[in-house]
């Protein structure tokens, strides 16, 4: 069984106990979140495309950590002009555990 989530405006493959790195959420570790957003709802044959949500399914997860992610580094170069121009940033995450997802 899984199913395609909408989570913070991005469309996310979960399955029963799968861990996922997320946009940041709101929720202390530990605590339980629910997200009524299916797109897509698939149990061995059975796929059921919601329009656009599947009606009455949703998705519980379990908040683990709030981290951040690896540093990316973005490098602008134009040759010949003297112009380089170098910045990085790392993306606030939270690790979530899904512990159900209700038809």
């Not at 949703?58 to 002009?81: C, W």
Request: aromatic share 8%.
């Amino acid at each position: 069984m899984y199913a395609i989530v909408n989570i913070n405006g991005i469309q996310t493959k979960a399955e029963p106990d799968a861990i996922l790195e997320v946009a940041r959420l709101k929720g202390e570790p530990g605590s339980q979140l629910t997200f009524d957003q299916v797109l897509l709802l698939a149990e061995g044959d059975r796929v059921a495309v919601g329009q656009p949500y599947v009606k009455g399914a949703s998705l519980t997860a379990e908040v683990l950590e709030h981290f951040r992610g690896p540093k990316l580094k973005i490098f602008k170069y134009k040759r010949r002009k003297d112009y380089r121009r170098r910045k990085g940033y790392r993306s606030e995450l939270t690790r979530i555990r899904v512990t159900g997802i209700q038809a």
